[in-house]
């Protein structure tokens, strides 16, 4: 079999599991049979080799990957990475797959955060937090989860950032990780905060795709009733971990920007501002804090 041959019948397979984008899919997953590096396969190496008949090797290690990806798990933890504001994190069952929609609110953040104390809450597998300390230049981020397990993925990211990007990233007093429920654990106060917290409506939840529904951690989507207590506890007890001046920076479901942001008005936040992701939902909301 060539490897034409084997991407299309790989195709053919995801596209009859009703898998999306199975084309792309299919791809991914045999740019991870060759690559040396990850997405260091490229497809013009393939277009130049396609014909070339596949070892046994490589198609029984693609086939295995298909056979998983038509069970709906989810690519990017069959890869084991995926890639988040131009950086590559690995990602498992332990932590939520980042998602394009959430570099808005990296990009939010970055301008507050030069020279400041960041705190990353719920930070699973630790992209946003590190993404800001690749790209920005913070004094210190701390990165906070109530999961053990996702720390422990966050860790592996901050090492695998550090072999690339230096000993400390460009932060001065470096990157740390406390575990535990929210506010249980942080001590101190911060410049900035931001969070991705659970979001989603817990009866939704069974509505979601089957990808995120049976395998993404539901400790990482499950919001309560309506979507919101976790930012019904983040707002409430913001203010004591924030210095005067200090801004909030949070991720929110398409339908909650007016809640979250009466929500943080209510607890003394002030010029609060709903951004919109690329599609035009609500996706961030920041306010900065006043001390009253």
Known sequence: MTLRQMLEQGRLELFRAEVPEPGENAWYLLQS???DKDFSYRRSDYFLHQEDEADDMVQNRFFEAVKKRSQRIPLEYILGYTEFMGLVFEVDENVLIPRQDTELLVETALPLCAEKRVLDLCTGSGCIGLSIAVNGTPNEVILSDISEKALETAEKNLLRLQREYGRLLHTKQGISMICGDLWDPVQGTYD???SNPPYIETGVIPELMPEVRDFEPKSALDGGVEGMDFYQRIAESASEYLNRGGMLCLEIG???????????ERHGFSDVRISKDLVGHDRVVAGKYIVQ
């Open 33 to 35: 049979c060759f690559s």
């Open 192 to 194: 900035v905060i931001v």
């Open 254 to 264: 398409y339908n909650q920007g007016e809640s979250v942001r009466a929500l943080m």
